[in-house]
Every structure is written in structure tokens, then in C-alpha cells.
């Protein structure tokens, strides 16, 4: 099992004036500062657990800010790759799949929004790509654990999905438990922001 975590500023960029294509360098426009936030990644036998905290706004900035929208990996192909959005609890899935490849997200813990977004002529790996994510339909609160199942794989048979728990702890941290599919537990602390 490996684990890593980060946390930095957030900032959005409006691009609304920038129709150029999106080739992964990012477009240009205002930039807004946004909060922290806390990102962890917990992999075991080629799931990955991916944990995110919205930590604070930055200081003078208003405390209302935008929803959070989590992407999978980009499946590229010459032929428009299949996908699939399916409902559940606790929150959606969302799938690309290719002849080999399969990119798959799963809400744990958060998101209530699922979808794929398909591009043609952006990879140089193939015509099309697609790209599953999953999102907030609200802002998130400060401070709440938003959680997902992540998987590249070749199409396996499917494992029984990881589950996981979350305690807060007085300092603002939180210890966050994963049970995975064949009962392992893995247990990982965000610590709380500095301030």
C-alpha cells in the first residue's frame, strides 16, 4: 500500500473569453484565488483512494466558492470510447472504456454528480479521448472529506469497492479509515491547516 499527500491554494481561472483549444497547457483568463486544499491518495493493488479536504478561503477572501469536480484518467482511442454514468450510494459512477482500457470513478464520500467528457483531436495517443469525472452539484462545505474510488485498469472482473470512514478530530484534522474490498484496513490522518 502507498499513500501521499499534498495541499496548497486553489485558483480559478475564467475562460470564458479564451475559445482556443485545450491541449492541456490551460487557457488563459482572471485569475481568482480560491482556498486550500488537502489532497491524499491512498493505492492498493491498482485502486487508488483519493481524498480531498477544502481547508480555508484565503484571508480576505469571501468564504463562498465554487464546486469540486474530480477527474479519472484520459482513455484515448480512434474510436469514440463507450461510457457509462450510473447512480448509486453513496453518489454516482462514471466509466470510459476503450477495446483495452478502462478509466472508472466511483463517489465514496461527497460527490453527487457523474459524467464523461469526450474530446476529438486533443491526444496524440488517438482521435478521441474520454475522461470520466465525478462532482459537487453545491460548494462544498470547509472542512468536509469528499472522497473517491479511482481505477485504471484493462477491464478486470470487478472487486468488491473499498468503503471508508471518517472521524473528525478536535483540531480540525481528520482520521479517515479504509476498509478495502478483501477486508484489509488502511487508516491515514489530514492533518488540520496551520491557519
Request: net charge negative; proline share 11%; no cysteine.
Amino acid at each position: 500500500m502507498l499513500a501521499a499527500a499534498s495541499r496548497g491554494p486553489v485558483r480559478w481561472v475564467d475562460t470564458a473569453a479564451d475559445d482556443s483549444p485545450d491541449y492541456g497547457s490551460g487557457r488563459r483568463g482572471p485569475v481568482t484565488p480560491g482556498p486550500m486544499i488537502t489532497i491524499a491518495s491512498l493505492l492498493r493493488d491498482g485502486v487508488e483512494i483519493r481524498l480531498a479536504r477544502i481547508d480555508t478561503p484565503p484571508t480576505g477572501a469571501s468564504p463562498s466558492w465554487r464546486a469540486v469536480r474530480l477527474g479519472g484518467w484520459p482513455v484515448a482511442t480512434d474510436t469514440r470510447p463507450a461510457t457509462q454514468i450510473t447512480p448509486g450510494e453513496p453518489g454516482p459512477s462514471a466509466e470510459a472504456r476503450t477495446a483495452s482500457l478502462r478509466s472508472h470513478l466511483r463517489a465514496l464520500r461527497g460527490f453527487n454528480l457523474g459524467g464523461v467528457t469526450t474530446q476529438q483531436d486533443t491526444s496524440p495517443l488517438g482521435s478521441w479521448t474520454a475522461i470520466p469525472w465525478l462532482a459537487t452539484n453545491t460548494d462544498a462545505p470547509f472542512g468536509e472529506i469528499l472522497a473517491a474510488m479511482v481505477l485504471l485498469d484493462r477491464g478486470s472482473p470487478d472487486t468488491a469497492d473499498p468503503s471508508l470512514t471518517v472521524h473528525p478530530e478536535p483540531d480540525g484534522g481528520h482520521l479517515v479509515t479504509v476498509a478495502w474490498g478483501d477486508g484489509l484496513r488502511t487508516a491515514i490522518t489530514l492533518p488540520a491547516t496551520s491557519g
